[in-house]
């Protein structure tokens, strides 16, 4: 029997792995969604005919609850759910930071407790998501019926240890914004180059497709495929050499490590 699973949050990442499960197929009539603004409330019910609620208490027979708050928000929203929950309720966690301890300790001490990290290409089915839910907490049913629901908004990759949670976020979780920050200054290239921005973006975004696809489908290492393109002498080697020169290569190193830093502070930060 498929769960019914009810959203704490409907912002973003709710609306993004919502759409890419309806659109595999996923009932909308399993699907809820507890959300304290009612324009954000009104969208949902509009977008995805599924039930939207302003509070946790009008929600029934919830199996598996996603908390999908800021991790700012999470203890006052934890607070209204603790009261309504059973012990074989799932709380899934895509919060950034927030560790299963701290999750628990201000859920009454719930233990089902997962934590997960997607990222929005879920809303087109081409997501990827970490799954942290160990076998010391969950039975091999539940572990295959949370991978099925992220498996509906695309890959994922299980986790054996909390801590790589963090580290899956500042690749795959924040990634899809770094790629837009390369398409966004790619883009403008363009435009500096004397392309209209309209033709910018074509070129920009089917060059990343192109690209991926590629990738996607080739034999070949990320290494060899950058090869194939860089002529001796040509304009790739002159583009990667001010790259590398200026130090693209470094910057990606340190933001990723960044991200991951940020989300070890932000465990720390808000377990105070
Ligand atoms: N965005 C992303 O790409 C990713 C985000 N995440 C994680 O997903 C979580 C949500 O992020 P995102 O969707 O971007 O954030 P959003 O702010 O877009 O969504 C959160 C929503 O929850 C609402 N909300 C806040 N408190 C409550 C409450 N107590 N009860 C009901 N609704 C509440 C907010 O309303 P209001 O705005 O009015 O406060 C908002 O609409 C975060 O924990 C983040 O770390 C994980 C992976 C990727
Ligand atoms: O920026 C953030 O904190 C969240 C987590 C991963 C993507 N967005």
């Avoid at 919502?18 to 969604?33: C, D, E, R």
């Avoid at 019910?45 to 908390?67: A, G, P, R």
């Avoid at 049913?141 to 992220?150: C, G, K, M, P």
Wanted: net charge negative; charged share 15%; with cysteine.
């Amino acid at each position: 029997m498929n769960p019914h699973i009810a959203f704490l949050g409907g912002g973003n990442m709710a609306n993004a792995i919502i759409g890419g499960m309806i659109k595999q197929g996923f009932n909308p009539s399993l699907l809820s969604v507890v959300e304290h603004n009612a324009n954000t409330r009104d969208k949902l019910t509009e977008q995805f005919h599924i039930s939207c609620h302003e509070s946790v208490s009008t929600v029934q027979n919830v199996d598996i609850w996603v908390l999908a708050v800021k991790p700012q928000n999470m203890r006052d929203a934890l607070t209204d759910l603790t009261p309504l929950l059973h012990t074989k309720q799932m709380l899934v966690s895509i919060a950034a930071g927030l560790t299963t301890a701290t999750l628990s300790s201000w859920s009454g001490n719930h233990s089902k407790i997962a934590r997960t990290m997607p990222n929005t290409p879920a809303m087109v089915s081409q997501g990827v998501t970490g799954i942290f839910a160990p076998t010391s907490v969950f039975s091999t049913d539940e572990q295959i019926a949370l991978d099925n629901i992220f498996k509906t908004i695309g890959s994922t990759v299980w986790l054996d240890t909390e801590s790589q949670i963090d580290s899956i976020t500042a690749i795959s979780g924040s990634g899809p914004a770094y790629v837009f920050y390369m398409m966004e200054h790619l883009a403008a290239a363009a435009v500096e180059l004397g392309f209209d921005s309209a033709t910018a973006d074509l070129l920009v975004k089917q060059t990343f497709a192109g690209a991926v696809a590629l990738a996607n489908t080739s034999e070949d290492s990320l290494t060899t495929l950058r090869e194939k393109v860089t002529s001796k002498g040509g304009t790739t080697a002159a583009a990667l050499n001010a790259f590398s020169s200026d130090g693209m290569d470094k910057a990606l190193h340190h933001g990723t490590q960044a991200a991951c830093e940020r989300a070890k502070e932000l465990a720390v930060e808000l377990a105070k």
